[in-house]
T-cell receptor, first 113, second 115 residues
């Protein structure tokens, strides 16, 4: 079954404590992206990756890091989380063809206190 | 740069009534446009997409959207709303030559369906 898997689904952490949200896809997709969803703001792209070792900033990259060492994995790293990073995060993957549907993970609800 | 604007953050309709969710886009190149749906506590699911093959696009669950270049619009419609249609809907444009790898989303429209 085609899947994008994010972990954890829910996370409460304290300001400044480094955390990683994992994302894995089983479709051999080239593209992977991270979005954050906030009420009234829709989904905003944080980072995206067009292939292994190729990443680029989205619209709201400050405070986040990513890496793409393997095609299937695209972790999101918050080195020093702050309360304004409390949000719902989605990972997505898609193939290079325009006819390939984007698949989204189930989301990670992060609360930073 | 491409952008999308969704008019109306909340839309409420009665069951059986027409659903109309508005989306206008801005793009300097021929756009690739998408509608996604998000049910409560779930990720996003593709409803339909426009990739220049046909201006009227049919999607899942009885939804369709019409691409109107002169109006830079891609409104989503459904003739008769069901209770199960209650969800948040996002219009998006592709920023990467049609691939959905780099999507720019509107702010979303939350659809409520009254019995």
């Amino acid at each position: 079954e085609a899947q994008v898997t994010q972990n954890p689904r829910y996370l409460i952490t304290v300001t400044g404590k480094k955390l990683t949200v994992t994302c894995s896809q089983n479709m051999n997709h080239e593209y992977m992206s991270w979005y954050r969803q906030d009420p009234g703001l829709g989904l905003r792209q944080i980072y995206y990756s067009m292939n292994v070792e190729v990443t680029d900033k989205g619209d709201v990259p400050e405070g986040y890091k990513v890496s793409r060492k393997e095609k299937r994995n695209f972790p999101l790293i918050l080195e020093s989380p702050s309360p304004n990073q409390t949000s719902l995060y989605f990972c997505a993957s898609t193939g290079a063809s325009m006819n390939t549907e984007a698949f989204f993970g189930q989301g990670t609800r992060l609360t930073v206190v | 740069a491409q952008s999308v604007t969704q008019l109306g953050s909340h839309v409420s309709v009665s069951e059986g009534a027409l659903v109309l969710l508005r989306c206008n886009y801005s793009s300097s190149v021929p756009p690739y446009l998408f509608w996604y749906v998000q049910y409560p506590n779930q990720g996003l699911q593709l409803l339909l997409k426009y990739t220049s093959a046909a201006t009227l696009v049919k999607g899942i669950n009885g939804f369709e959207a019409e691409f109107k270049k002169s109006e830079t619009s891609f409104h989503l419609t459904k003739p008769s709303a069901h209770m199960s249609d209650a969800a948040e809907y996002f219009c998006a444009v592709s920023d990467h030559g049609g691939s959905q790898g780099n999507l720019i989303f509107g702010k979303g429209t939350k659809l409520s369906v009254k019995p």
